[in-house]
């Protein structure tokens, strides 16, 4: 039988028919029914969303700083006059073969002098000595789990302990500072991250719960024609992981642009404390993934509503 | 097609819809169900879709007992009904098309044979012009229609209706009624729910009567029907 134009002009186009078709074109419908609402809620999401994602961008600009600790956090060990260039350069080879050393390395005692010469007015001075007074030293870079008071305080005690090193120096001040703001920030971020993660969920959810009693009807409709749970529950679904994506895309958007305000005087405070190049942009994969963790946080708010508190899809009449 | 053997429905504290109801509805018949109002009608037909189910007896429907039936096959079991209500239940939000699409849509049919279906199930109703009309601008009567074209599209066995003329007038009934009469000369087994006197008056067929969830004898033997109910009622 011929099919009508009434008929064909009254089909969506084909897409739209198949079990996964039919829930996004329900999702897309129900999510432009009511526009405002709709971008209302996408906005509030974006906004809670774009802190944690913001904080987290900067905490990982500041792991990322932990690595380059070279000038930052060392141990200068120096040793006894009578300890040869050698014995010094096999000393420190040992040393870094320790797990909890990075690198080392050895100046030795005419490096020394050279180097105290040139930075030193008192260079000269040292001339009329007729022997380099000066002795040999190993600057030992610990790995970065050590850089805490109590743990260089152990290491600086061990190598007290090795007969060639005479004394052990190093400055925690301002690394303790600058790790006391940062483990600061790290709680306070973890803190608002899990609580604007929850917010976030909370608003999903309540949009999901919302729909699932707007659409009550059809929902009823759907599993007295004999449709599966998962095909009622599918469009949902959707709706949940296109909020948390698109929600994600907006904080993601507004986590940059906070983030470039921010860099700025980030990058000063840096300099304050030593660190020239400040703070790195955000690598874009780490951006990307926003949205991706946005849409699984829909996906879970969903699954959550629809499998707890979702009510019933019990078909009663009359 | 339905057999029913003692079977007893009960809400919560003493509410008793169904009160061992026995019989049995042959494939091809075209049944009244009759009664009146919270006889049980309508419990009867939601337990037949498995939409509830029995505090006790036994319900076999088309070879399949329910006793033995899982949780996750019942969509299957539904797909193979056509279900009509009387509020016609159509979704407000979407074309004729769409709504009478939907059982295709469910049951995982190809665009092409949704189009030729639906098409074919619209005029069966006469209104393939309406196809792309909001139910909310059809008359009570072609929204019942729609509700029809939509029970029947993905052609069922059995055909489950709740007083499809509850809210239209004789004229109208009639209409429903004959297109009913219709499907169930194509082989459609039809158990029709009503307390509509002029139209158990109009047409003399088998039926189903319940009176305060127990199962009666029937008020008028079945004449025309082709396929008279064969009663094996309640033990009393
Ligand atoms: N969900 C329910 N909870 C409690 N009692 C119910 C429920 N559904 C039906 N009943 C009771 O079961 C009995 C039968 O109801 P049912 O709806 O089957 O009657 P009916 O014959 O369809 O009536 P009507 O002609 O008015 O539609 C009634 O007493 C009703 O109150
Ligand atoms: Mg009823």
Redesign the pocket.
Known sequence: MPISDSITRAAGSQRGYTARGYAWRRTRTRLAAHPVASSVSLLVLGIVLALPVLLSFLAMALDDHRGDGDRAVTLTAYLETSVNDLDGAALASRIAARPDVQTTRYISRDEALATFEAESDLGDALDLLEENPLPGAIVITPEHAVVARDRMQALSDEFLGLSEIVEVRYDLQWVERLQAVVSLLRVAAVLVTGFLTLTALLVIANTIRLELLARRAEREVCHLLGASRSFVNRPFLYTGVLYGLVGGVLAAAMAVVAFGLLKAPADTLAGLYGVDQGIAWPELSRVAAVPLLGAALGLAAAVTTLYSAAPGANVT?? | MIQFDAVSLHFGAGQTALDDVSFEIEAGSFTFLVGH?GAG???LLQLIARLARPSSGSITVGGIDYATLRTRHEPALRRQMGVIF?DNQLLGDRNVFDNVALPLIIGGFRYKDVLTRVAAALERVDLAPFANAYPATLSGGQQQRVGIARALVARPRLLLA??PTGNLDAGMSQEIMELLLQFHRSGVTVLL?THDVSLLQAYDLARLELSAGRCVSPAVAPQRARHPLRGRHAHQ
């Open positions: 009449n009359s | 109002s009608k309508s419990s009387q709740d007083e729910a």
